[in-house]
């Protein structure tokens, strides 16, 4: 059994690193600030992994990074509620757990990040409970019900790592339309099939003897794909940062956008703010 997950270059420790100033200052303000304190806080993570990342350095050897689950739990929040599907981590989320100070606010749960997130949606109070949401799927495995049920609560900073070049790009065919199977899984992410007409075009053209093809291709690129992102975030968000971080692989090509959105409208401002400044170098 190996105790780590292997993953990721350096877009790997740019995500954590922006998640990990937005909790220090999402405890800070709710520690300090006299009316936040009347909420009791929530951080989640939905694809927890290990706890801790080995990542490899390109020359066959590797380095330990503290996982997301890690870090959060050096924040002060009210509870902690880790989410994995693979019986493996799980039990190595139970070490983390064992191991830290924080132990008896931490829960472990074993299952289906959808499920288990709705569940936790549906069984809140969301007028005394304030929360952050972090979504690092492996694929794309997020269902734009489970993103639209956060937005609702009006209650829930989320940050979720899309799977762009990873995975949508590679879905969206440039000479003709994804194939059914792949066209439902869009569907799926993106909670419409709206995509098609924002990202594809049809063309008929005569042939020589008066028949005639139809040809579809894809005319958009991922600075679309991204544009569309936003504004289906929008719709279920009060607030969502306009320039996701656009974390690049080493051959800078755009594997990821690292979004921000805000579904609590008292807090959206600041929240924004702070989501800014550690996304600003990472949005083109």
């Given at each position: 059994?190996?105790?780590?997950?292997?993953?990721g270059?350096?877009?790997?420790?740019?995500?954590?690193?922006?998640?990990?100033?937005?909790?220090?200052?999402y405890?800070?303000i709710?520690?300090s600030?006299?009316?936040?304190?009347y909420?009791?806080?929530?951080?989640?993570?939905?694809?927890?992994?290990t706890g801790?990342?080995?990542?490899?350095?390109?020359?066959?050897?590797?380095r330990l990074l503290a996982?997301?689950?890690?870090?959060?739990?050096?924040?002060e929040?009210?509870?902690?509620?880790?989410?994995e599907?693979?019986?493996?981590r799980?039990?190595?989320?139970?070490e983390?757990?064992?191991?830290s100070r924080?132990?008896?606010?931490?829960?472990v749960?074993?299952?289906?990040?959808?499920?288990?997130?709705?569940k936790?949606?549906?069984?809140?109070?969301?007028?005394?409970h304030r929360?952050v949401?972090?979504l690092?799927?492996?694929g794309?495995?997020?269902?734009?019900?489970?993103?639209?049920?956060?937005?609702?609560?009006?209650?829930?900073d989320l940050?979720?790592?899309?799977p762009?070049?990873?995975?949508v790009?590679?879905m969206?065919?440039?000479?003709?339309?994804p194939p059914?199977?792949?066209?439902?899984?869009?569907?799926?992410?993106?909670?419409?099939?709206?995509?098609?007409r924002?990202f594809?075009?049809?063309?008929?053209?005569?042939e020589?003897?008066?028949?005639?093809?139809?040809?579809t291709?894809?005319?958009?690129?991922?600075?679309?794909?991204?544009?569309?992102?936003?504004?289906?975030?929008?719709?279920?968000f009060?607030?969502?940062?306009?320039?996701p971080?656009?974390?690049?692989?080493?051959?800078?090509a755009?594997?990821?956008?690292?979004?921000?959105?805000?579904?609590?409208?008292?807090?959206a401002?600041?929240?924004?703010k702070?989501?800014?400044?550690?996304?600003?170098p990472?949005d083109?």
């Amino acid at each position: 059994m190996t105790a780590t997950q292997e993953f990721g270059g350096d877009w790997t420790e740019q995500k954590l690193a922006i998640l990990d100033k937005y909790l220090a200052a999402y405890s800070a303000i709710f520690r300090s600030n006299a009316q936040a304190r009347y909420f009791e806080t929530i951080y989640v993570d939905a694809f927890a992994g290990t706890g801790v990342i080995e990542q490899s350095n390109g020359d066959d050897t590797a380095r330990l990074l503290a996982g997301s689950a890690s870090r959060a739990i050096r924040h002060e929040f009210d509870r902690y509620v880790f989410i994995e599907k693979s019986a493996e981590r799980v039990s190595k989320l139970q070490e983390l757990k064992r191991a830290s100070r924080a132990n008896h606010k931490i829960t472990v749960l074993h299952g289906d990040a959808n499920t288990e997130l709705l569940k936790l949606v549906r069984s809140t109070d969301w007028k005394k409970h304030r929360a952050v949401v972090f979504l690092d799927p492996y694929g794309m495995q997020v269902d734009w019900k489970t993103i639209a049920a956060i937005g609702a609560t009006n209650a829930i900073d989320l940050w979720f790592l899309f799977p762009l070049g990873q995975a949508v790009m590679r879905m969206l065919v440039k000479g003709s339309a994804p194939p059914t199977e792949w066209s439902q899984s869009l569907d799926r992410v993106f909670g419409t099939a709206d995509w098609k007409r924002q990202f594809y075009i049809t063309i008929a053209q005569g042939e020589l003897f008066g028949g005639e093809t139809v040809n579809t291709y894809r005319h958009a690129d991922w600075r679309a794909v991204k544009k569309f992102l936003v504004e289906r975030l929008q719709l279920a968000f009060d607030s969502v940062h306009p320039k996701p971080a656009v974390l690049r692989n080493s051959n800078n090509a755009p594997i990821f956008l690292f979004c921000f959105a805000a579904a609590n409208p008292r807090g959206a401002k600041t929240a924004l703010k702070i989501a800014d400044h550690l996304l600003k170098p990472f949005d083109s």
